[in-house]
């Protein structure tokens, strides 16, 4: 019987469809295992600290085993958002309080940074001279006692100074601030009258006083006071290049010594170390109005509010990693992250001792 060459054609066109199929099959198959074992990054939401958020956002641009997305919120907002589990990390100026801990005892408060704050001004054609001012007379200030830039309460911190008789004009934070929890907690140790009335913590109750002026986030204190001759606030010093771009000036202030002390890495050094052997096993501990000669008194640690049980196994390997990868000097803590931001790296006996112990009690679920 005579075979067409056709058959052969059907028959070879037949096969190779087959191969093809049957490698198409590999091909699937071998992409699915490789996606059920490496499903991709894990996704890393933070929110909170607008001083922080610089930081942050230098840390998601480089970080590469995790995505890290990233919220300036304010810090009362951070830690709520961490506690409800509307993000993984809250970032935080301040600690939670007692209250707080007491009723959501699953969080912990991990350091990992030391910072600090200015007191800036607006003073027209005095922003280059660094004044000196008080916890009492900021105080003062903010509760309406002192009205204007010439009171002798300022002038006699500023002898020889030429004072402008204008209406001052306090900003404060109208966003749940960790911000405000150093400002007010740096007034509250240093004033009597302040801790007695108006206390601390990342909302306070204000004073009573026509003149104060409200903003949100650093960037809005910044603007505000930028457009506004006369006016006082305080920045976190995070925000340095903004506030100089402002064209704003900075107080030096009276510290527990009674010298006055300017802002700086080694001033702010010099608080955090009166403190460091005496940080308690849950991390959590105010620096502010440090003794020493040379202490800067508004200085804080800088918190990361997260959960110890996190929502799956994969997040509490990413959150551990990316954390203690923060806190490393060869990592989030290098100079080319902290340096530029005006931020000191934790001590690394801090690290070891407080920092990577508390990092150690996340776990996913049981």
């Known amino acids: 019987m005579l075979i067409r060459p056709e058959f052969y054609v059907a028959e070879m066109n037949k096969a ?10 590999v091909i699937v198959g071998a992409i699915a295992l490789t996606y059920r074992g490496n499903p991709g990054k894990v996704t890393l939401t933070e929110s909170g600290s607008t001083l922080l958020y610089p930081l942050f956002n230098e840390w998601a641009a480089n970080y590469t085993a995790a995505k890290i997305t990233t919220q300036a919120t304010g810090s009362g907002t951070g830690i709520s958002e961490a506690i409800s589990g509307t993000v993984v990390i809250g970032a935080s100026d301040a600690f939670m309080t007692n209250p707080q801990v007491e009723s959501n005892p699953d969080m912990l408060n991990i350091p990992i940074a030391i910072s600090s704050q200015y007191v800036a001004y607006n003073l027209p054609g005095m922003n280059n001279t660094h004044l000196v001012l008080s916890g ?12 204007y830039w010439n009171d002798p309460a300022i002038e006699a911190l500023n002898p020889g100074v030429q004072l402008p008789h204008q209406m001052i004009v306090p900003v404060f934070r109208s966003d749940g601030s960790g911000d405000t929890n150093m400002f007010t907690l740096f007034l509250s ?10 206390g601390y913590g990342t909302n306070v109750n204000w004073p009573k ?3 104060l002026h409200g903003a949100v986030g650093n960037s809005g204190i910044i603007s505000f006071m930028a457009e506004t001759p006369y006016s006082i606030g305080y920045v976190a010093m995070t925000y340095t290049v903004q506030m100089k771009q402002a064209g704003l000036g900075y107080a030096a ?3 527990r010594a009674g010298n006055a002390v300017l802002p700086s890495m080694v001033t702010v050094m010099n608080a955090a170390q009166q403190y460091l052997n005496q940080i308690p096993a849950d991390g959590r501990i105010a620096i502010a ?10 200085a804080t640690f800088e918190y990361v509010i997260v ?3 996190q929502p799956s196994s994969a997040v509490a390997v990413a959150v551990k990693k990316f954390l203690t990868w923060a806190v490393s000097p060869n990592g989030g803590s290098s100079e080319y992250y902290m340096g530029k931001l005006d931020l000191i790296p934790l001590p690394q006996s801090v690290v070891s001792k407080v920092v990577l112990p508390l990092i150690d009690q996340i776990s996913g679920p049981p």
């Not at 003062?140 to 002192?146: F, L, R």
Request: glycine residues 4%; charged residues 10%; positive net charge.
């Open 289 to 298: 109005f440090a003794p020493g000669a040379d202490s800067y008194p508004i």
């Open 189 to 198: 140790r240093s004033d009597p009258w302040w801790n007695h009335t108006v």
């Open 253 to 255: 202030l009276i510290n």
């Open 209 to 211: 006083n026509p003149a």
């Open 307 to 309: 959960k110890k049980v």
């Open 16 to 25: 190779l469809i087959g191969i093809l199929l049957l490698a198409l099959v």
């Open 136 to 147: 009492p007379v900021i105080a003062a200030i903010y509760n309406a006692s002192i009205h």
